[in-house]
RNA sequence: GCGCCUCUAGCUCAACGGCAGAGUACCGGACUUUUAAUCCGAGGGGUCUGGGUUCGAAUCCCAGGGGGCGCACCA
């Protein structure tokens, strides 16, 4: 930043010459015993006046960046922010033996300059926790100027750009940083505790597969091979369960090659999870009763601000129809209505959503049609069942309609953060039906699924019944936060490349 | 990719065709319990970029860039 600005102008926080810097020597670490979370903790707990808390010489060092500081004659006053929050700290002259020393630290010490305290606790007379210092060491100076300390920082590019600042000025943020990872805890130990184990699998496949979305491409050079960033980890999930690692999971990162919106990321964390002679009637189960926990494990409550609609995920989700719902929002039957030309006719008839003329297959029009007139109507939790058959490749028929999958997904607030299906497992349907989204592609699909043959082979081997599901991460934090964007929920969000960027 | 809105001091915002300002931060000073401390003083600007209209442009017009929202694609 500096070496940007003029040479004749002084950057703002810069004292004159190198005096800042000359005054303080700061050391490459401090004997940090309490944090600032636990320090007001304790100090409310003693109750102890200043005077009193002196003679008790139980002496705790805090490290922290400075957010505020008030310098008033003889007494000084500032607040700490660590890991877990802020503190109050408090300088007084006559504490200290080097009133030169305490004069340094009252005029020297600027906003965002990291601090370490070493003192006594005691609550002041209007009730404040507070760490009186007996001596103090600056731990590194801040160059440049913190965000505005009421405002914070609002500019939306900056607060992704340098997620730093938004971390330290703006709480909210900070926050939903700390209820993700608490949440991504908590749904491993849940999982653990159901004897799941974690595993990794490839990121760079030769095929993408497992979903129906358009991939990054990427090449390999001493192989000389192309391969794609996967847009999901299914099919290797499924080898590990025949393998006999039958309840398994991941979390990580997956990729598509898509727009981005306040529901979408190029990058974005899904949880996956497979378990062997489950159905997904049993990840029905599942997947609810894990959410409501870790919800309310995490939050303290299961209710949930959606737009100013209270939504309690504890409350029955209901449980609908694909076709049904798309029958009452539409007029149109899909059980009658099963090609793509006598469909495209039946959105024209009845006027709707009329630009979805350019689907290309009977699946891809039914997916726009359903995301188009039934999804956005799903605010509170609820289950969406039995989809078409020709939506999912990789997903067992229901045996009783083969014309429809047993599937779930879990929509709220539009969103789907949840899908789910019993898998199928038997290989010749499996190639079957990936031969006919190869076909697809080749009619001019192209967001139909790849043919995987090592995939198919490993079904031949064997693989026992199972379910699996998808959870979105980022759409569940986002939920639980109240962020209306994903972006907000991701440290580093990928943004345009700014101006003047190299 | 298309449409609408937006970009002024490090940060948060005024000024909306007529001298570019405030708060905060930073610098100097006062102050013995502050809570966004308070008070006094100083410095800080190609108004995103490039064109145009005008006696005069931060302001109006055109093009470009960044961002937001909506639509489309997707989980």
Redesign the pocket.
């Given at each position: 930043m500096s070496d940007h600005r003029p040479p004749t102008?002084?950057?703002?926080?810069?004292?004159?010459a190198a005096?800042?810097q000359a005054a303080f020597a700061p050391p490459g670490r401090y004997d940090v015993t309490i944090t600032a979370a636990a320090a007001r903790e304790s100090a409310l707990a003693a109750g102890a006046?200043?005077?009193a808390a002196v003679e008790t010489d139980e002496r705790v060092r805090l490290a922290g960046r400075v957010m505020?500081?008030?310098?008033?004659?003889?007494?000084l006053?500032g607040?700490l922010l660590d890991r877990s929050g802020t503190v109050?700290v408090?300088l007084?002259r006559?504490d200290f033996a080097d009133p030169e020393e305490y004069r340094r630290l009252?005029?020297?010490v600027?906003?965002?300059d990291f601090l370490g305290v070493e003192g006594v606790l005691f609550v002041?007379?209007?009730?404040?926790p507070?760490l009186g210092g007996l001596d103090a060491t600056v731990l590194n100076r801040a160059h440049?100027?913190?965000?505005?300390?009421?405002?914070?920082?609002?500019?939306?590019?900056?607060r992704?750009r340098k997620r730093y600042l938004d971390l330290l000025?703006n709480p909210d943020s900070r926050q939903r940083f700390l209820v993700r990872s608490a949440l991504i805890s908590g749904i491993r130990r849940w999982l653990d505790d159901r004897e799941f184990i974690e595993v990794e699998t490839p990121m760079l496949q030769a095929a993408a597969s497992g979903?129906?979305?358009?991939p990054f491409s990427t090449h390999h050079d001493a192989l000389d091979r192309d391969f794609y960033l996967r847009i999901s980890p299914e099919t290797y999930l499924k080898r590990a369960v025949a393998g006999g690692l039958d309840r398994v999971y991941e979390l990580g990162r997956?990729f598509?090659n898509?727009?981005?919106?306040?529901?979408?990321?190029?990058?974005?964390t899904?949880l996956e999870w497979y378990a062997a002679y489950w159905d997904y009637r049993d990840n029905m189960v599942a997947v609810r009763e894990l959410i409501v926990d870790v919800l309310g494990t995490v939050l303290g409550t299961t209710v949930v601000d959606i737009d100013g609609q209270q939504v309690d995920f504890a409350a029955q989700w209901p449980e609908y129809d694909y076709r049904t719902l798309v029958a009452e929002h539409t007029g149109i039957d899909l059980s009658e209505v099963r090609t793509v030309e006598a469909l495209k006719a039946a959105i024209s008839e009845r006027g709707i959503?009329e630009?979805?003329a350019?689907?290309p297959s009977y699946a891809?029009l039914v997916?726009?049609l359903y995301?188009?007139t039934v999804r956005?109507s799903l605010v509170a939790p609820c289950y969406l069942v039995h989809h078409p058959a020709e939506l999912v490749p990789l997903a067992r028929r229901n045996d009783d309609d083969p014309t429809v999958l047993d599937m779930f997904?879990v929509v709220v607030n539009g969103?789907?953060i949840v899908?789910a299906y019993s898998e199928l497992v038997d290989p010749v349907e499996q190639e079957e039906r990936l031969l006919e989204q190869v076909r697809l592609r080749e009619a001019g699909d192209d967001?139909t699924m790849m043919m995987e043959d090592d995939f198919i082979e490993a079904m031949r081997h064997g693989m026992p019944p199972m379910s699996g599901l998808g959870l979105?991460i980022?759409?569940l934090v986002a939920l639980a936060t109240g962020a209306?964007?994903?972006?907000d929920v991701v440290l580093f969000p990928q943004?345009?490349?700014?101006?003047g960027a190299s």
């Open positions: 102008e002084t950057a703002p926080t810069e004292t004159p005096e800042g006046q200043h005077d505020l500081w008030r310098h008033m004659g003889k007494r006053f607040q109050q408090a007084f006559d009252a005029k020297g600027r906003l965002g002041t007379d209007k009730g404040e507070t440049e100027p913190l965000p505005d300390k009421h405002a914070g920082l609002v500019d939306t590019d900056l992704y000025a979903a129906a979305a358009t997956n598509r898509e727009g981005i919106d306040s529901s979408h990321l190029q990058e974005f899904m959503a630009d979805l350019e689907a891809s997916d726009l995301k188009r956005p997904q969103w789907e899908k967001e979105g980022d759409r209306t964007t994903l972006r943004l345009r490349q700014a101006p």
